[in-house]
C-alpha cells in the first residue's frame, strides 16, 4: 500500500516511511493513497479468523509485511485484546492485556515486527499507532460475530475517548474498509474541539488544553482532526484547516466539506464529575472497574444513546488497564490507591 500526506496526495510513499516518520516532508500527516473496501465475503472470511491471524492479515495489508500470527502471539501474547459483556448490549474491548498493560504498549512492541530495521526503541510513527487500531477492529469484529454479541447484520457502534483523535480515526478507516460500523461515537473531556467542529462548524486553532483527570482526551487540537478533514474532504480543504492553524485563527469548514465530516460521527462531552460519577455507577451495576478513559467513552456511548433512541450493539474501547487504580478511579470509588484488594 502507498501513502500520500494530508496536505499532498500527489506525491506518494512507501509503507516503511509512513512508519517510520511521523510526518511527510511537507509537515502533513501520512494517510493511504487510496481505500479500497474489502468486499462482504472478504470480511465474513476475515471474522472466521481467530484474533491474532486476522490482526496479522490486515497488519501485512497495511504495511507490506510479512508478519504471522505466531509473529503476534510472541510479540504481544495469544490474547492481547478481550471483550467484557456489559449490560444494555454493550462490550467492554480491553486493548490493554499485552506487556506494559496499555494498547501504547502493544503499538511499540508491534513496530519492532513491521519496521524493516525491527527497531521496537524508536518512537512509532502516529500511521502505525492508527494502522494498529485498524487491525485490532477488524480483529475484535470477528470475536464479537463468534460470541454472538451482533445482529443479523453485524452493524456495531463504537465509542471512543478522543484524545489526539487516532482512535476515532482508526474506527472511520476501519469502517471505510467495510467493516458494519453505524456510528462513531468520539467523547470529549472539557477539551471539546472535536464537539465544536462537528456540532458548530466552527474550531478554534488557538484554544488551550485543560487538564483533567482522563489525561488521554488532554488535547485542544487533536492533530488527528487533519486526517479526517484531509480523507473524508481532500487536500484542498486540508490546506484551509492548516492555514488558519498556522494563523491562529477559527477554522470553519465549507457546508459540502461539513457535511462528510459528520457523516457517521457523533461526539459527547463528559465533565470530570459525570466521569466520576460513572466509574461507581458501572461498578455497581456490572462489577466492571473503568479507567478514568473509559468511563468518558463510556458515558459518551450513554449519552449518544439518549440522544438517538438507537440500541445497537456498543463496543467501548478501553486502552489502559484500570489496575493498580489510578487516583481519579480511586477518588471515584472512594477507595485507597494502593490497597485497592482490601475493598
Known amino acids: 500500500m502507498l501513502y500520500v500526506t494530508t496536505r499532498n496526495h500527489r506525491d506518494s510513499f512507501t509503507a516503511q516511511r509512513a512508519i517510520q516518520q511521523q510526518r511527510g516532508p511537507d509537515g502533513g500527516l501520512y494517510i493511504p493513497f487510496r481505500v479500497n473496501p474489502f468486499s ?6 476475515l471474522a472466521e479468523l481467530d484474533f491474532n491471524q486476522c490482526t496479522a492479515r490486515i497488519l501485512n495489508y497495511l504495511f507490506h509485511s510479512r ?3 505466531s509473529d503476534l502471539d510472541y510479540c504481544v501474547g495469544p490474547h492481547p485484546v478481550r471483550l467484557e459483556p456489559m449490560s444494555h448490549r454493550i462490550v467492554m ?3 490493554w492485556h499485552s506487556s506494559g498493560k496499555a494498547f501504547s504498549r502493544m503499538v511499540r512492541s508491534l513496530s519492532g515486527l513491521l519496521r524493516a530495521d525491527g527497531d521496537s526503541s524508536a518512537q512509532p510513527g502516529k500511521w502505525l499507532e492508527t494502522g494498529v487500531r485498524i487491525a485490532v477492529l477488524f480483529g475484535i469484529y470477528g470475536e464479537l460475530v463468534r460470541c454472538g454479541s451482533l445482529n443479523a447484520d453485524r452493524s456495531f457502534d463504537i465509542s471512543v475517548a478522543s484524545g489526539d483523535f487516532s482512535a476515532p480515526m482508526s474506527a472511520w478507516y476501519a469502517r471505510a474498509w467495510g467493516l458494519p460500523i453505524g456510528n462513531i461515537v468520539c467523547c470529549c473531556s472539557e477539551n471539546s474541539a472535536v464537539w465544536e467542529l462537528i456540532y458548530h462548524g466552527q474550531l478554534r486553532t488557538d484554544a488551550l488544553s485543560a487538564c483533567t483527570a482522563a489525561p488521554e482526551t488532554d ?38 466539506a461539513l457535511q462528510r465530516i459528520r457523516k457517521g460521527m457523533h461526539v459527547s462531552v ?17 462489577s466492571y472497574l473503568l479507567s478514568p478513559g473509559s468511563a468518558i467513552a463510556y458515558a459518551g456511548l450513554l449519552d449518544y444513546r439518549v440522544r438517538t433512541g438507537e440500541t445497537r450493539c456498543g463496543l467501548v474501547l478501553a486502552e489502559r488497564n484500570p489496575f493498580p487504580v489510578e487516583e481519579a478511579a480511586a477518588r471515584a470509588m472512594k477507595i485507597s490507591q494502593r490497597n485497592p484488594e482490601k475493598h
Do not use: H, Q
Not at 222 to 248: K, N, Y
Not at 274 to 282: A, F, K, Q
Open 40 to 45: 462482504p465475503e472478504e470480511i465474513d472470511a
Open 67 to 69: 508478519v504471522s500470527d
Open 93 to 95: 474491548g480491553e486493548c
Open 219 to 256: 488535547s485542544a487540537l487533536p492533530e488527528g482532526l487533519e486526517c479526517l478533514i484531509s480523507s473524508a474532504c481532500g487536500e484542498e480543504e486540508a490546506l484551509r484547516f492548516v492555514e488558519a492553524w498556522r494563523m491562529g485563527k477559527v477554522y470553519c469548514p465549507r457546508e459540502s
Open 270 to 286: 463528559i465533565s470530570e464529575d459525570r466521569m466520576l460519577s460513572t466509574i461507581p455507577s458501572v461498578y455497581a451495576t456490572n
